[in-house]
C-alpha cells in the first residue's frame, strides 16, 4: 500500500513539475512513528524478515475475537435485558469480564463516551458487594449508571429544567405515552387499586415536584417525599420523577408509587407507571 501511494505520488510530481517537499519532522526519532520507522522496523526486517505478514496476521486474528467478543456482548445485553434495563440476577450470573462487557455495550447502544477501566470497574465491585438498601451508581457525561429495584438502570442526565407541567390527552383505555419534554414514558395498566378512569377521561397534567406535596391516603395525607423515600427511591431518580395531576389541580397518583385513595376505583383501575429517560434498548425504569 504505500509502496503504491508513493510511486503514485511520484508520477503525479512528474505530470504536474510541483517540486517534493519533505517534512524535517519525519527525521525526528522523538516522535514515535518516525522511531518506528527509522529504527524498530528496520531491525524486525533484519531479524524477522516476515515480521509484516505476522503482524498482519495477528491483527486480523485480534479483530475476528473483537467481532465475537461484541457479538457475544448484545446476545447477553438482549439477555439481561427487563423493562428498560438490565436484570441484577441475569447480569450476576454472568463472568466478571462478561458483565463488564455488557455495560460497555449497552453504553456503545447509547452513544455514551466509555468510561476508565478502573471506573468501570469500581462500579462493577461496588453493583456486586454494597448492601441491597444502597444504589450504587457511575455518573457518565449524558448518563448515570444506577442499581435501583433489582436493575441496572441508565438515567439520563437532564441539562435543562424540567417543565412546569406537561398536558396529557384523554387517558381512558391502558396505554404507554412518550413525553418528550420528560425524557421519559407514562404507561397505564389495569390494576387493583388503580385510578378511576373518569379520573382521567378528560386529560391529566405531569408537573415536577415544587415542594410540600401531600397525597390522600386511606388515613389522612402524607408528603410526597416521605413516600418516595419509603418507596427506596434514590435521590437521583427522585428529582426527576413527575407527579400526576387532574385539569382542576388535584394530585391524583405518584407514577409508580401510589395513587390518591380518594380518586381509586372501586374494582379495577388504571396503575400509572413511569420509566425515566426511556431510549430504545436502553434507559429507564418503570416502578409497578
Not at 14 to 28: F, G, K, L, M, Y
Not at 34 to 57: E, T, V
Amino acid at each position: 500500500m504505500v509502496v503504491c501511494v508513493t510511486l503514485a505520488a511520484g508520477r503525479l510530481r512528474a505530470r504536474t513539475h510541483i517540486d517534493r517537499v519533505d517534512d524535517e519532522s519525519n527525521a525526528d526519532t522523538r516522535w514515535r512513528r518516525n522511531l518506528l520507522r527509522h529504527d524498530i522496523f528496520p531491525g524486525l526486517q533484519k531479524s524477522l524478515p516476515q515480521y509484516r505478514q505476522h503482524l498482519c496476521r495477528t491483527a486480523r486474528l485480534m479483530a475476528d475475537a473483537a467481532d465475537v467478543l461484541d457479538e457475544v456482548a448484545r446476545q447477553d445485553l438482549l439477555a439481561c435485558w427487563r423493562d428498560g434495563g438490565l436484570d441484577l440476577s441475569a447480569w450476576l450470573a454472568l463472568s466478571p469480564a462478561r458483565q463488564r462487557l455488557v455495560l460497555l455495550e449497552w453504553l456503545r447502544q447509547l452513544s455514551e463516551p466509555l468510561p476508565t477501566p478502573a471506573a468501570l470497574e469500581e462500579f462493577q465491585h461496588q453493583v456486586i458487594t454494597s448492601q441491597v438498601t444502597a444504589h450504587p451508581a457511575l455518573a457518565l457525561t449524558g448518563y448515570t449508571l444506577i442499581r435501583f429495584a433489582g436493575k441496572l438502570l441508565a438515567i439520563e442526565n437532564l441539562c435543562r429544567p424540567l417543565p412546569e407541567s406537561s398536558v396529557l390527552p384523554p387517558l381512558r383505555q391502558a396505554c404507554s405515552l412518550d413525553v418528550f419534554e420528560w425524557s421519559g414514558r407514562l404507561t397505564l395498566e389495569w390494576r387493583p387499586g388503580g385510578l378511576a378512569p373518569e379520573m382521567l377521561a378528560a386529560g391529566a397534567v405531569l408537573r415536577p415536584r415544587v415542594g410540600g406535596e401531600r397525597l390522600v391516603l386511606k388515613v389522612g395525607r402524607k408528603p410526597v417525599k416521605t413516600l418516595l423515600q419509603e418507596h427506596g427511591m434514590p435521590p437521583l431518580l427522585r428529582q426527576q420523577w413527575p407527579l400526576l395531576y387532574s385539569l382542576d389541580d388535584k394530585l391524583l397518583a405518584i407514577p409508580g408509587v401510589a395513587v390518591a385513595a380518594d380518586c381509586q376505583s372501586s374494582s379495577l383501575g388504571l396503575w400509572p407507571i413511569w420509566q425515566s429517560g426511556v431510549r430504545s434498548l436502553g434507559v429507564g425504569e418503570g416502578l409497578a
